[in-house]
């Protein structure tokens, strides 16, 4: 039995790639080929769907706009989750209970309840249809998550080493970044992840706060196949490329994943 | 958590947190709140209706039976997903260049956008070009998850369990590789059954990774939307339509403003208290 035991991973990532292979089938097809009949791989092989992709200005704007607001939230968030983490491990202060609680209820918030305000609120301020807009909004869940999994590593790092800093006379600023924030790369890491995550998969939100030009890429698919009938090789095209950013993270971050899991409560 | 010091300084390390937070929080959920008080004819006229959105919701068929379904949904998936997830994560090799292997690919479903999760099952369970109902229904077995509703609830569930099962698979991974060897060494020395090993070293190490995985599927599948519109959008008839299917339908599809909100705001208790109840059981043999 304990020799059979690979086999329980192994039928997992099976079944976790077959659609991902279907998908990626569907993309090296033409229109015609998928719609004509069933085969389990491309018979006339094309890189049509993905030339199309590349060359049409439409698509590939829509990749860089998903990729802007996605970074540009991961940074706001972990910056600004970074102090306030701290905060919460280290301090007691008045309020800190119910203001984690309040944090944490809006990573409840479903999105579908604020897409409507949210719209409201970004026009009358004039950020409608910006990738700052996208990327504030997110904030709503991230910035909770990040605190929550930064805190947790944090508060694994001994007081002792804050407290011979201080005594070695480094300013909070300076120890922050020079002692502390070396200590925890592995939970900046796996919050980062988190907030790339998160921040890459949700359409719901990212839809309803832009019409042209921060639309992203999602928004493009599923305009496309309401627009111009149903182009199932491009579709599958670009679904497969929205995979690729993704695999990059994981594959760069697999280490610390593995070692922050470990070394933290998340 | 060891004896944090009182500092109200620390305020100003939350300063920014709270801002951003609150920008994108309170605003929004006074707008929610105005609406679910009033009802508009459009062009900014708005009358004062108290309560009445309320007890019409309340009182709505519709609303129960989209409740009732997410109810089933968000309990199926979590009684797949935890010990499915529990399992494989146990399964798994603790050192070896396959650690990384596994890990990588049991990521992937998680990074991707969640409409293209739905347009992907689409393709891949459609009867006659994918490659999932092609199997099934060759095996004699009638599917069509556009028209039957059994078969659309199944590939619904099917579609959540590949993609957010790896969630739970990561965290309790995690938590089993934070046991040192020598707490296994101990138990062999004593003989202890896997059983034993499991239920009284790996169980408990996992308690808090696992609570942190069973809250956050809870909370996301609880406002599932993107993945079962774009797959089934919500049918056929009603059958996978769930919260906040019918609530975007309510607001953006007919636009109406005052039960829409009503519904938002009941809708966000409900998860409120359903995470609260979890949070508080699942804490409660912790004893800190």
């Known amino acids: 039995m304990r020799r059979l035991k690979w086999l329980v991973p192994t039928l997992y990532v099976v079944f976790l790639m077959l659609p991902i292979y279907w998908l990626l089938n569907m993309s090296f097809k033409t229109t015609n080929e998928i719609l004509g009949g069933f085969s389990l791989w491309p018979t006339e092989f094309t890189l049509d769907n993905y030339r199309k992709i590349f060359t049409d200005s439409t698509w590939y704007t829509g ?34 209970k119910h203001l984690f609680f309040w944090l944490l209820t809006n990573r409840m918030a479903p999105p579908a309840v604020f897409a409507l305000p949210f719209f409201q609120l970004y026009s009358a301020i004039g950020l409608f249809d910006t990738h700052i807009a996208v990327a504030l909004a997110h904030c709503l869940f991230n910035i909770p998550l990040a605190v929550w999994i930064l805190e947790g590593f944090m508060s694994s790092v001994p007081k002792e080493l804050d407290e011979t800093a201080y005594v070695d006379g480094y300013s909070f600023p300076k120890f922050f970044v020079k002692i502390f924030l070396p200590t925890i790369t592995a939970g900046v890491g796996v919050a980062a992840f988190f907030c790339f995550m998160f921040s890459w998969v949700e359409l719901l939100l990212a839809k309803t706060l832009t019409s042209v030009d ?46 922050g899991f470990a070394l933290g409560r998340v | 958590m060891t004896a944090r010091t009182t500092n109200q300084k620390a305020w100003w390390l ?40 309320y007890e019409e919701l309340l009182r709505s068929e519709r609303f129960h039976d989209a409740l009732v379904r997410q109810l089933a949904f968000t309990a199926t998936i979590l009684a797949i997903e935890v010990p499915l997830g529990v399992a494989i994560a146990l399964a798994m090799p603790r050192r070896g260049p396959w650690v990384s292997v596994c890990l990588v690919l049991m990521a992937l479903p998680l990074l991707i956008p969640w409409n293209v999760v739905g347009a992907m099952w689409n393709i891949f369970a459609l009867p006659d070009i994918g490659l999932l109902g092609r199997l099934i229904n060759g095996l004699g077995v009638d599917y069509n998850f556009t028209q039957d509703p059994t078969s659309a609830w199944v590939t619904t569930v099917v579609m959540d369990v590949w993609h957010w099962t790896s969630l739970v698979v990561l965290l309790a991974y995690a938590g089993l590789c934070s046991i040192p060897d020598a707490y296994y060494q101990a138990a062999k020395i004593d003989g202890a059954s896997a059983w ?25 599948s609880f406002m599932i939307y993107t993945e079962p519109f774009v797959l089934t959008g919500g049918g056929p008839g009603n ?50």
């Open chain 1, 63 to 96: 990749y860089l706009n998903s990729l802007t607001y996605v970074v540009i939230n991961t940074v706001i968030s972990v910056t600004a989750a970074l102090p306030a983490a701290y905060a919460f491990s280290r301090y007691r202060f008045l309020g800190d």
């Open chain 2, 196 to 220: 034993s090993v499991f239920r009284h070293i790996q169980l408990p190490k996992m308690k808090r990774v696992l609570t942190i995985a069973i809250l956050l599927r809870f909370m996301d």
């Open chain 1, 214 to 259: 921060a639309k992203p890429i999602a928004a493009t698919m599923t305009r496309t196949a309401s627009t111009s009938g149903y182009e199932l090789g491009l579709l599958a095209a670009a679904g497969t490329l929205t995979i690729v950013p993704g695999a990059f993270v994981i594959y760069f971050v697999r280490n610390y994943i593995a070692k």
């Open chain 2, 239 to 288: 059958t996978t339509t769930f919260l906040s299917i019918d609530l975007v339908k309510v607001a953006l599809g007919q636009f109406d403003l005052g039960p829409a909100a009503a519904m938002s705001l009941v809708y966000f208790m409900i998860v409120l208290l359903l995470s609260w109840v979890f949070y508080t059981v699942m804490m409660r043999n912790e004893g800190t």
């Open chain 2, 14 to 53: 939350v300063a920014p947190v709270v801002v951003l937070v609150a920008f994108n929080a309170l605003v929004p959920m006074m707008t929610v709140v105005n609406y679910s008080f009033q009802e508009t004819f459009g062009d900014n006229v708005f009358f004062w209706e108290g309560f009445k959105w």
